[in-house]
């Protein structure tokens, strides 16, 4: 422990802490810094090393017990947590490639040896004496990383080698001392403190390595190793990637260095992964801040679509995916949804296991104005033979079509399935925000985003944080928004469902009419929504209900007979579940359903031709 | 040449037939009508009244879609058991139709210009369907077998060209790949229409007995036999590009009333053209058959 500090850096600290909300915290603290050396043996695909780790109680709470996640335990065998709740994963785990472990073989502060407890995927570590706030402390720990092959995000695949979260890695602590030590769950992702890195990997030769940091020093050995040592400041991992076979390109964009490693298949993307880099940095800086770090790296992984993963400084991108023309955006899509992560979990670190829709569903959200930045509203994940769909298409089809049973915010393991996790942290977050953003504008969304990335970056937000700066910087009450779309499952559709004009009185100079618009809300979620009349002489009406009852009627008098009227015109209520129900005209629209009914004759008879061609 | 002198005298005698392309498309849109008229009572449904239908005019609005995918999401579950019903209805209504169109075309060779007559055609049909099912399931198989040795010549092909390939030697491959697909396809479907030759022609019921013979007809005039093919299939193609380049101008320029109607009697007189052109395919083929062995 550091016998060093002084009473009043611990009274500012406290005070800090406590008496001021977390988004005002001052500098940055680094909280847990890591010292690593290992040497990853390819052929028993094992590492072996130890770790020094330095550790900060931030809390205003004494310590006795320290905790540390082990995430490589999850696959250590068929009846782990993680593997129970993944499902596929568990024929898998029978065969023993695929089984994986973290073996902890001592634990040591300054004064020797400690004990600790392992539960799976979680170390607990009783400390000889409480650790005081504000005090530091420091443990040695020797350990052995058995890789699994890869079935998730970490492990190898033949000579490659890819790992994020894998040394045993400190749980984050709470202001009150309470601490994130959840096991991980199949539908958890990652959660930990910013520190220091400083790691040494000691591996053959030929191996092509990058990672996390800045590469300080590279000596070959006399084995025919060599040791590579990196060092990162400001950053929550360190995920790194080895193989013998990497294609390494590098280009300076934005004077960040992107280190592409591809694997040989694969590096034909290259410019288009170029392209995606460059779109997001152009983007994510000038929307919410500048990317911190002089450097990132962009691997290819070795397994399929659950290859891409994003680490600090560090992403990966599936590999092998299907050859596409470049105007199917798929690539585009992955890696730039990875890369928006940098500023949505790498830089403003939101608890991604219990609150993942602060780092996902901003991901998927910034994702979508990215894609639409660069490839326009329409068609930007696919612009093929006049067929245009768009990231908004997509995303508002798998929210339609699934089940709304979870809300938002909640635990991930918490979620009723995958499907249901996904649906809602990823697809309907981004089209709230979406919502929010028409609803405050959109001048005022990116000066919210910007604060929002400024006051926390290096920090770990809440839910409640991100509500109160959005009502602080948008000056909106938006307590009923966050409730209903964040805490609940309701969902909203406005439909208009009766439009007519009567004659009024009996002047024939000066005809007037009553209009009635008959409107209904089908949802629970109540909205204020604009409804635009159109009359048959071409006037237009503009008129507002508040949405608070079940159903409204306008009545109104005009000049001409109503032709159509149309609930939320501009399509703001992005969650809207059945567009088609939101206009309505007295006289029917025959020429599209003519062309539709054209187009489809056609398609059916050229069906029915295939089978004449071929039988 | 012989196969551009079959190719001239298939198209002559199938438009001395007029009659049985018109049949044939009125077989097509019967079996369309029938996958459409679900499918336009759910369209009409959600967009007759609305004036958002008005976005479909300038193509495929697929916010609207989204919505009428998930409003109508248990009718497509049922219009999709429909639609395999239908198709599978239409596979067993070709097999019997084409006996008549191959014993009329063959009649036509014959014996020259005939009046159609619908005893003489549906009796053909009738006729002819045991015999065109069994090699309709022969094909099938073979089809499959086709496309597991596509499957191994592509894998081959990528094989060779290696991992490390630039994005035109992706497309080199993927095109190769589907060239190699279509040729194999098309040799097959040869070999079918050979196959109904000689059951027409020989009237010989067993299809064992048949297969044979036409295989080596094949491959003895391979040459004449399968450029004639690619040579109708070139044209084919060269139609479709024609047809697709015009279809894609009417499609996407703001479209009101006349460009509509436009598009809808393009469609019709492509696919009235499609029919009488796979008749073009039998007729030349029999053509060709009757030069090398002489029918009459």
């Known amino acids: 422990m550091n016998g060093k500090f002084k009473p009043i850096k611990l009274f500012l600290l406290i005070f800090l802490f406590t008496v001021f909300p977390s988004q005002i915290r001052a500098d940055y603290i680094p909280i847990a810094s890591y010292k690593i050396d290992v040497r990853l043996d390819v052929k028993k695909k094992l590492i072996s090393g130890q770790e020094k780790i330095s550790f900060l109680n931030t809390s205003t709470k004494d310590l006795d017990t320290l905790y540390l996640h082990l995430f490589p335990n999850a696959f250590s065998s068929d009846s782990t947590i993680f593997v129970k709740e993944s499902g596929y994963l568990k024929e898998l ?15 040591e502060d300054e004064r020797g040896e400690i004990s600790y407890k392992l539960n799976e995927t979680l170390m607990s570590i009783s400390l000889p004496e409480p650790l005081k706030p504000g005090k530091k402390i420091e443990l040695s720990c020797e350990f052995e990383l058995k890789l699994p092959k890869i079935s998730f995000r970490l492990g190898y695949d033949e000579d490659n080698f890819l790992l994020c979260e894998w040394f045993p890695k400190m749980a984050v602590l709470e202001q009150d001392g309470t601490w994130r030590n959840f096991p991980n769950h199949y539908m958890t992702e990652f959660f930990s403190d910013f520190g220091t890195y400083d790691v040494s990997i000691t591996l053959p030769l030929k191996y092509v390595i990058d990672g996390t940091g800045y590469v300080t020093a590279e000596k070959n050995n006399p084995d025919s190793t060599k ?67 002089k450097k990132l790296v962009v691997a290819n992984s070795s397994i399929g679509l659950g290859g891409a993963m994003e680490s600090p400084m560090f992403i ?4 092998d995916l299907p050859f596409t023309p470049e105007n199917v955006r798929l690539d585009e899509w992955i890696i730039i949804h990875e890369l928006a992560h940098q500023w949505w979990y790498g830089i403003v670190a939101s608890n991604e296991a219990e609150e993942a829709w602060l780092d996902e569903g901003m991901t998927t959200y910034t994702t979508r104005k990215i894609m639409e930045n660069e490839y326009g509203i329409m068609g930007n994940i696919i612009d093929l033979w006049g067929v245009k769909i768009s990231d908004e298409n997509l995303t508002k089809l798998v929210y339609s079509t699934s089940a709304k049973v979870d809300p938002i915010v909640k635990p991930s393991w918490e979620f009723l399935s995958v499907a249901s996790y996904g649906v809602n942290v990823y697809y309907k977050t981004s089209l709230v925000l979406d919502l929010l953003e028409n609803l405050v504008g959109k001048e005022k969304m990116d000066s919210f985003l910007k604060e929002y990335y400024n006051q926390f970056q290096f920090k770990h937000p809440k839910t409640d944080d991100f509500i109160k700066l959005a009502e602080k910087v948008t000056d909106q009450n938006l307590d009923g928004f966050f409730r209903d779309w964040f805490y609940d499952t309701k969902t909203c559709d406005y439909e208009v469902r009766k439009i007519k004009s009567e004659e009024k009185g009996n002047s024939k100079k000066d005809k007037l009419y009553q209009t009635t618009v008959e409107l209904r809300r089908n949802g629970d979620i109540i909205m204020p929504v604009d409804v635009l009349i159109e009359l048959e002489n071409g006037e237009k009406i503009r008129q507002t209900w508040d949405g608070k009852e079940k159903w409204y009627k306008f009545k109104i008098d005009t000049k001409a007979k109503i032709k159509s009227a149309i609930v939320d015109p501009e399509n703001k209520i992005v969650l809207d579940l059945n567009v088609n129900n939101n206009a309505l005209s007295v006289k029917p629209h025959r020429w599209p359903v003519f062309k539709f009914l054209s187009d489809y004759l056609f398609w059916m008879e050229s069906c029915i031709q295939w089978i004449v061609d071929f039988f | 040449m012989v196969m551009w002198e079959a190719f001239r005298n298939g198209i002559a005698r199938v438009w001395e037939n007029k009659i049985l392309a018109l049949i044939l498309f009125l077989f097509k849109v019967f079996f369309a009508f029938c996958l459409l008229i679900p499918a336009y009572y759910m369209f009409a449904r959600t967009f007759s009244l609305s004036p958002l239908a008005n976005n479909f005019l300038k193509g495929y609005d697929f916010s609207l879609l989204v919505d009428f995918f998930t409003y109508w999401n248990k009718s497509i579950g049922l219009y999709r058991v429909l639609f395999l019903f239908i198709i599978l209805i239409s596979i067993l209504g070709y097999i019997f139709l084409s006996g008549g169109l191959w014993g009329a075309l063959f009649q036509n060779l014959r014996e020259g210009k005939q009046r159609f007559k619908g005893e003489k055609f549906f009796g053909d049909c009738g006729k002819y369907f045991w015999s065109f099912f069994k090699i309709f399931i022969f094909i099938c198989v073979i089809y499959i077998l086709a496309f597991i040795l596509g499957m191994l010549i592509f894998s081959l092909i990528q094989a060779i060209a290696g991992k490390e390939l630039s994005v035109t030697g992706h497309v080199l491959v993927l095109i190769t790949g589907l060239v190699i697909f279509a040729l194999l396809f098309m040799l097959v479907d040869m070999w079918g229409d050979y196959l109904r030759i000689y059951r027409v022609t020989s009237e010989e019921k067993k299809l064992r007995v048949i297969l044979k013979p036409s295989l080596r007809f094949i491959f003895r005039n391979f040459g004449r036999t399968v450029l004639l093919y690619y040579l109708l299939s070139l044209i084919l193609l060269g139609t479709l590009i024609a047809y697709l380049g015009l279809s894609k101008i009417l499609h996407f320029i703001p479209a009101d009333k006349l460009l509509i109607l436009s598009l809808f009697l393009v469609q019709q007189a492509y696919s009235l053209f499609r029919s009488f052109y796979r008749l073009v395919y039998y007729s030349s083929q029999l053509v060709l058959f009757d030069k090398l062995y002489d029918l009459r």
């Open chain 1, 93 to 107: 785990m029978k065969k023993e490639e695929y089984q994986g472990y973290l073996k902890i073989k001592t634990v």
């Open chain 1, 227 to 293: 040791t590579v040592s990196f060092h990162a400041e400001k950053v929550h991992d360190f995920a790194w990637a080895a193989s013998p076979d990497f294609k390494v390109r590098k280009v300076n964009i934005d004077g960040v260095e992107v280190v592409f490693l591809f694997l040989p298949g694969d590096l034909y993307r290259f410019p288009r992964w170029v392209k995606g880099v460059e779109a997001v940095l152009k983007y994510c800086n000038s929307h919410f801040g500048k990317y911190p770090y």
């Open chain 1, 316 to 319: 990966t991108m599936p590999p």
